[in-house]
């Protein structure tokens, strides 16, 4: 009962950000265990298919033809659920046949804005990097 109910947890996540990217999202789909914290999405020869939409909406110079995706496994740690340890993403075998955007026109205010969001992104990732190095060392 409770791994059918943590199932339909996981399902009803994983839908929410995946099924505006794969198509026929279906939870039967839905291989690993949800008790060691492991889930996964394709694999062993059955690529999910990337929806030609998926980016749209992205103001991306490039829409999808045509794209696979070989593996999506996730691993959630239970001490998350405690607020220690990080959720893995693992995303395996990502192919994609890409054309221009015709609709898409450039921005450069945009992108100026989308460098200044990726460059203080970095910063945050080494700053975390050193906190926990920092607490690796003084064993908290």
Do not use: C
Not at 5 to 13: A, D, G, T
Request: aromatic letters at 10%.
């Amino acid at each position: 009962m409770a791994v059918h109910i943590m199932k339909e947890l996981v399902y009803w996540v994983l839908d929410s950000y995946l099924s505006r990217y794969i198509k026929n999202f279906d939870k039967d789909k839905l291989k690993g265990s949800l008790w060691r914290g492991n889930v996964q999405l394709g694999g062993e020869g059955t690529p999910l298919e990337i929806k030609p939409e998926a980016l749209a909406g992205e103001n991306m110079p490039v829409q999808v033809v045509f794209g696979v995706l070989e593996k999506f496994s996730l691993h959630i740690p239970w001490t998350t659920i405690l607020g220690y340890g990080d959720i893995e993403v693992g995303i395996k075998g990502l192919y994609a046949v890409v054309e221009p955007n015709a609709a898409q026109e450039y921005d450069a205010e945009q992108e100026a804005t989308m460098l200044q969001a990726l460059k203080e992104l970095q910063i945050q990732k080494i700053e975390h990097a050193v906190q926990r190095f920092r607490k690796q060392q003084t064993g908290h």
